[in-house]
Each structure stands twice: as structure tokens, then as C-alpha cells.
């Protein structure tokens, strides 16, 4: 079974407006981490965002926050007021903890973001 | 001052050859990874070291040796290179191996296989 899902090949968004990219995550681990990687056509992969599982609240960094809702295991990414330099493939990974995975890092197969301009 | 750098940035070849790929960090982690990402962008961990020795090994063929001589390099050799083996190769690495903390990436070395 994908232990991450990104439903979501492709997506647009206007230019200032927000949009969601959505992940599912599937694991038994009571312990992992949740984060959002950004791949602009450049072709680095640029660390956006992290959620642990025990977090109580949502993460944010600046435009970007995470919508966590543990009982349906998402972890879906929210850009606001969107620019030109988002457009990019967007990575949702998940690490679970050592014992369960070595802290190995699986990836969502990306959604790539167009934002119009 | 590059924290993860990898070399090279490119690498074109024919098939059967043997090529390797260095990979330097700065950050002074414990724990470095090899993953592919391949012609449809999917990223795959191929291998993991945590103080110079192995904790992932992912069903990788052979062919491929990764090598770490210290916790700040990670080199990975690869032998009879095949058209298959064409992909861009990301150096990685984190602060220990528990479920925190994010992957610092390389630039990534793109090998095409002719």
C-alpha cells in the first residue's frame, strides 16, 4: 500500500489567490514526521514545512501552513496569497520513527503547482 | 558555503561503463541518504547511513556501492552502468534518524546513460 498519496497530478492557481495541495498518509507508528518539500524546474528540492505527530496545533512558515487532521491521516498544504516563483512540484514525504523505518523519508509522487499569472 | 554538495552536476556515459558520484555535507548530520528520482520525478531512498554505516538498503541491485569514509561523506560508485540507471541521484542529509528533523538536499547529479 502508497504510505503517501498525493491525489493531485497538476493544479493552478490565479496569482494572489491560496490553494490546497492535498496528501494522505497511511502508517501504524505512533511517532513520524510529516513535511513538504518544494521542486522548482531548477531542480533542488527546497524543505518547506514539517508536522509531527504530536503536535497539537497546525504548522505554519509564513505563506505556508499545514492542515493536520490526524484521525484522516492528511497533511495537506495550504499557500496563501500565491506568486508567480510557487509555480513548481510539490513533494508531500513521511518519516516514521527509527524503530519502525530507520527514519527513512517516502515520498508522495508530487503535484505539479502552475500559478497564473 | 554549499551545506550538502554533491559532484558532479552532470554525468553522461555509455552503457557498461562505471561512474561514481561524491557527496559532501557541512552541517555536521550523522545521517546521509542516496535517493533517485527518475524520468517521471519519483524519489526513491536507495540508501542510508547513520555514522558511516548502513541502516537502509533498499532492494537496490548490486551495481550500486555506496561508500561512506566518514558521518560527512557519502560517495556512491556504480558499475556496468545500464540505459535504466539514467536519473538524477540526490545526496541528502539529517540530523540522526528518528521521525523529526527535514532532509537537507544536494543539487542533485543527473546521469544519462547513452
Known amino acids: 500500500a502508497q504510505k503517501i498519496t498525493q491525489t493531485q497530478p497538476g493544479m493552478f492557481v490565479q496569482e494572489k489567490e491560496a490553494v490546497t495541495l492535498d496528501c494522505t498518509y497511511d502508517?501504524?507508528?505512533?511517532?513520524?514526521?510529516l513535511f513538504w518539500y518544494k521542486q522548482p524546474s531548477s531542480g533542488e528540492m527546497i524543505f518547506l514545512i514539517y508536522?509531527?505527530?504530536?503536535?497539537?496545533q497546525n504548522a505554519t512558515e509564513g505563506r505556508y501552513s499545514l492542515n493536520f487532521q490526524k484521525a484522516r491521516k492528511s497533511a495537506n498544504l495550504v499557500i496563501s496569497a500565491s506568486q508567480l516563483g510557487d509555480s513548481a512540484m510539490y513533494f508531500c514525504?513521511?518519516?516514521?520513527?527509527?524503530?519502525?523505518?530507520?527514519?527513512?523519508?517516502?515520498f508522495g509522487d508530487g503535484t505539479t503547482l502552475t500559478v497564473k499569472p | 558555503d554549499t551545506a550538502v554538495s554533491q559532484t558532479p552536476k552532470y554525468l553522461v556515459t555509455q552503457m557498461g561503463n562505471d561512474k561514481s558520484i561524491k557527496c559532501e555535507q557541512n552541517?555536521?548530520?550523522?545521517?546521509m541518504y542516496w535517493y533517485k528520482q527518475d524520468s517521471k520525478k519519483f524519489l526513491k531512498i536507495m540508501f542510508s547511513?547513520?555514522?558511516?554505516?548502513?541502516?537502509i538498503n533498499e532492494t537496490v541491485p548490486n551495481r550500486f556501492s555506496p561508500k561512506s569514509p566518514d558521518k560527512a561523506h557519502l560517495n556512491l560508485h556504480i558499475n556496468s552502468l545500464e540505459l535504466g540507471d539514467s536519473a538524477v541521484y540526490f545526496c541528502?542529509?539529517?540530523?540522526?534518524?528518528?521521525?523529526?528533523?527535514?532532509?537537507?538536499f544536494g543539487e542533485g547529479s543527473r546521469l544519462t546513460v547513452l
Open positions: 541528502a542529509s539529517s540530523q540522526g534518524f528518528s521521525a523529526t528533523g527535514e532532509l537537507f
Open positions: 502508517t501504524s507508528d505512533p511517532s513520524y514526521g
Open positions: 508536522q509531527g505527530s504530536y503536535d497539537q
Open positions: 514525504a513521511m518519516r516514521e520513527g527509527p524503530v519502525t523505518n530507520a527514519g527513512k523519508s517516502t
Open positions: 552541517l555536521g548530520h550523522d545521517t
Open positions: 547511513y547513520n555514522n558511516k554505516e548502513l541502516i
